[in-house]
């Protein structure tokens, strides 16, 4: 499904405040060669731009950093070698100290995902690369919490297999906060959010009572509880 998007546009609209129309522009047709594949949403930067990335595309076909404006300049900010990772699925997050910071589902000295920060510019330094043991292919985005980490997922890894949470610093220190093991939920695929009680929700694919998936509720320092199992039916 993601490669049906290759050739797709990143649109934005401008509704005006009397006409009940909606005036649509094309700003960007991707070429693989900046990008392919965009399926994550668009961060807006400090000067008004939008940043994103693309799944595929760029120089080693492993993804790409981009910014564009609304007038439709486009600035590719980097081209993902496996080095650095691989394959970006989750939008890009925009700090208060102004890097952009991100996760990359494969790639890694490891092979198993990466999370990053990137200057505007595209100077790129990889944060944490997991090897499975402290969790692989973070498929969601990441999270700023009260506490100043930044809260993530990775969909696999960990000692049962079934995918992490995790924090980490913005200069790099990573702490796994759960390890999934089926019975709580199984493999995450997005970051969870912080509710204004300052407990962090979030849902897992599979897993739970009856393999169909949890929410759950998890306190900063790690205090997880199961708040629902789904049950495929209901």
């Known amino acids: 499904m993601i490669e049906r998007f290759s050739r797709w546009i990143f649109l934005l609209c401008a509704v005006a405040m009397a006409a009940p129309s909606q005036v649509f522009t094309t700003l960007l047709d991707f070429n693989g060669i900046n990008g392919s594949g965009p399926d994550a949403a668009l961060v807006e930067g400090i000067a008004g731009q939008m940043y994103g990335s693309t799944h595929y595309g760029g120089t080693s076909n492993a993804g790409t950093l981009f910014s564009v404006s609304q007038p439709g300049t486009f600035a590719s900010v980097l081209s993902l070698s496996g080095s650095e990772g691989v394959y970006p699925n989750a939008g890009l997050l925009l700090a208060p100290n102004r890097l952009l910071y991100g996760t990359a589902s494969a790639g890694g000295t490891s092979h198993a995902g990466t999370v990053f920060q990137t200057t505007p510019t595209g100077t790129l330094t990889i944060l944490h690369s997991f090897d499975s043991t402290d969790g692989g292919m973070p498929i969601g985005g990441l999270t ?19 995918g992490t949470i995790f924090k980490i610093s913005p200069g790099g220190a990573l702490t796994t906060v759960h390890n999934f093991s089926g019975s709580d939920g199984a493999n995450p695929t997005a970051a969870p959010v912080q509710a204004s009680n300052g407990l962090l929700y979030g849902a897992t694919w599979a897993g739970g009572a009856n393999n169909s998936g949890t929410i759950y509720a998890i306190r900063m320092g790690g205090v997880f509880t199961t708040l629902y199992s789904f049950s495929g039916s209901a």
């Open 144 to 162: 700023p919490a009260f506490n100043g980490m930044l809260y993530g997922t990775t969909n696999e890894g960990g000692p049962h297999s079934y």
